[in-house]
T-cell receptor, first 114, second 114 residues
């Protein structure tokens, strides 16, 4: 059974650019959640996708957007990058979108904005 | 809004000593509690979880945590730590109203010294 995978592992961008991060969910999981983890902080919830629909959003501006595909893989897009967007971006998949559904995390994408 | 407080940012301990990592959450009607571990440059791995039932939950590698509703706590303990337990530990909570949104604490860095 393949776990959650993310690509790329590292990325360097400059301020104002746009970036797309990708996540493949664990087999059988229909829900993907995205988190931002700044250095020395706990992960912060960005949004969740359940069966291709957004199913909850954290306190992030609209320039953070996402997609979920029919195979339940997902993308996180960030427009107009700012220096504060530098962080580890974590994707997690789960069997469902409820509070009791355990989220399994990928290794993350380290984004550096210069 | 739900929040999680991890009372210690760093916990240094000698090998084979006992350890407790403290976690408190804000009150809610129905909460689900998780401990995740993060090794350097990796994603989060689920250590253990409380969903319902017995208030004492255990992991396969000797950690345990006790759900205490009256004190709104979910402290993590291990009677004897190993060097390999050195990592960052995150307490997280979800609840019935928030669905699959996980709220994380700031993390506790456990450093096990020989």
């Amino acid at each position: 059974e393949t776990g959650v995978t993310q690509s790329p592992t590292h990325l360097i961008k400059t301020r104002g650019q746009q970036v797309t991060l990708r996540c493949s969910s664990q087999s059988g999981h229909n829900t993907v959640s995205w988190y931002q983890q700044a250095l020395g902080q706990g992960p912060q919830f960005i949004f969740q996708y359940y069966r291709e629909e957004e199913n909850g959003r954290g306190n992030f501006p609209p320039r953070f957007s996402g997609l979920q595909f029919p195979n339940y893989s997902s993308e996180l897009n960030v427009n107009a990058l700012e220096l504060d967007d530098s962080a580890l971006y974590l994707c997690a998949s789960s069997l469902g979108a409820g509070g009791t559904d355990t989220q399994y995390f990928g290794p993350g994408t380290r984004l550096t904005v210069l | 809004a739900q929040s999680v407080t991890q009372l210690d940012s760093q916990v240094p301990v000698f090998e084979e000593a006992p350890v407790e990592l403290r976690c408190n959450y804000s009150s809610s009607v129905s909460v689900y509690l998780f401990w995740y571990v993060q090794y350097p440059n990796q994603g989060l791995q689920l250590l253990l979880k409380y969903l319902s039932g017995s208030t004492l939950v255990e992991s396969i590698n000797g950690f345990e945590a006790e759900f205490n509703k009256s004190q709104t706590s979910f402290h993590l303990r291990k009677p004897s730590v190993h060097i390999s337990d050195t990592a960052e530990y995150f307490c997280a909570v979800s609840d019935r109203d928030q669905g699959g949104k996980l709220i994380f604490g700031q993390g506790t860095e456990l450093s096990v010294k020989p």
